[in-house]
């Protein structure tokens, strides 16, 4: 029995040891990938991460293998590019090459192919053609999308005014207001803020946005195959996502029922309109199942990174009250308190506007951007690389380089600021990040953020109910997502 267990052992030991070396010479077969750790079977390169801190651990590695290097996530390669210089050359000069989306499993495998933000080819092209279009014209009905927000602004400030001077948690309360936005434009429906179905959503999405960067959804990140048949917390993130995909499902439902395709109300009845359009061409994209995986995709993407900014943006303006001060005096010599703010006010508001930018750049919300695929054998720079292989752009690294923000690691509004206090624009901001795949709600995510965030303060003070210097602004948890430490919330009118 002993001899038996000990030749199950070295054939177990075999067979992963060949499995890597097949994986590694089909990733290097035509290939000349750029230099990396040395890594192990099966576990890959594991042991050089951190992983309560990968963006942290990859720009270390950078300082020994250079901007461009290679980096194994268990059996699978992935180049790393790290820095302004190199991910521009990547994703502008080479767009085209590096337009593939790179794995994400423990999201990729709910979404089984289709949708907006996780699909490749002709699929992703037209499904993001038209995702753009409609959003750039959504003008439907009688109200523009500015109108949307300015409404939903007003909304949370009347919502906020309730809760007097009690420190509260405004993790929900943040949310509600940029799911309603999006709400408006998937379904033209939006909820009261203790409606239960709206509470019930934004917990699926904070859930979900926190467990992505758990260690157990890393390993499912890493070793699919095997994490799937393997209990854990990590289960829970996939049925999460079919819980928003069925409640998608259900407005589409509700939608088919009154569609009328010469006035299109959302997103969605232009959506079912291009479906009829297209029933008889057989390789059509628009199908119910990509129109529910779109509404998802736009569903959770723009809601909670918006409400994750201006949570996060919320707890600095508290930590550093000097800020807000500032604001305050500019909100109110230009705008007043009673008239509500609009887009136009934007360029009016130059330190407001700098405080809104340094708070993307400084918590850099996406450290790693989602992941990039090469399309094709790519010849980049001195380096060959298969097509299919996974590319990590580091946008940590572009927003945090030290030439273009000094200080990177130090909250300032003066790195958007010239030396006249006028906006100072930079190519280093890169929060949607850069090229084709760069966030298609871009725009549409600054408006409210600068909307939200100058409504509410120009009705109220911001506080907290400890010293300033006491509350703590480091991130939960750096993965795939960074997500602000909980905190309490006082508001004084003003």
Known sequence: MELLGITTLVLVVSVICLSFLSVWAKTHTGGRLPPGPTPLPIIGNILQLNLKDV?????????KYGPVYTLYFGSWPTVVLHGYDVVKEALLN????????????????????YGLIFTNGERWKVLRRFSLMTLRNFGMGKRSLEERVQEEAQCLVEELQQMGAQPFDPTFILACAPCNVICSILFNERFHYKNKTLLNLMDLLNKNFHQVN????????????????????????????????????????????SLD?????????CFLSKIEEEKHNPKSEFDLENLTTCGSNLFT?????????LRFGILLLVKYPEVQVKIHEE???????????????????????????????????????LPHAVVKDTKFRDYVIPKGTAVLPLLSSVLLDHKEFPNPETFDPGHFLDKNGCFKKTDYFVPFSLGKRSCVGESLALMELFLFFTT???????????????????PTATGIINMPPPYKLCLVPR
């Open 456 to 474: 509410i303060l120009q009705k109220f003070s911001l506080k907290s109910p400890v010293e300033p210097r006491d509350l703590d602004i480091k």
């Open 94 to 113: 080479q767009g085209d090459e590096f337009l593939g989306r790179g794995p994400l499993p423990i999201v990729e495998d709910s979404l089984k192919g």
């Open 301 to 309: 993407a723009g809601i909670e990174t918006t409400s994750v900014t």
């Open 214 to 257: 758990s260690i157990w959804c890393q390993m499912y990140n890493l070793w699919p195959t095997i994490m799937k048949y393997i209990p854990g917390k990590h289960k829970e993130v996939p049925q999460r996502i079919d819980d928003i995909k069925n409640f998608i499902l259900e407005k589409i439902k509700e939608h088919q029922g």
């Open 55 to 63: 963006p942290a651990s990859l720009s270390k590695l950078a300082e």
């Open 331 to 369: 909100i109110d010599r230009v705008i007043g308190r009673h008239q509500p703010p609009s887009m136009k006010d934007k360029v009016k508001l130059p330190y407001t506007n700098a405080v809104l930018y340094e708070i993307q750049r400084y918590i850099t919300l996406l450290p790693s951007s």
């Open 261 to 269: 395709p010469a006035n299109p109300r959302d997103y969605i009845d």
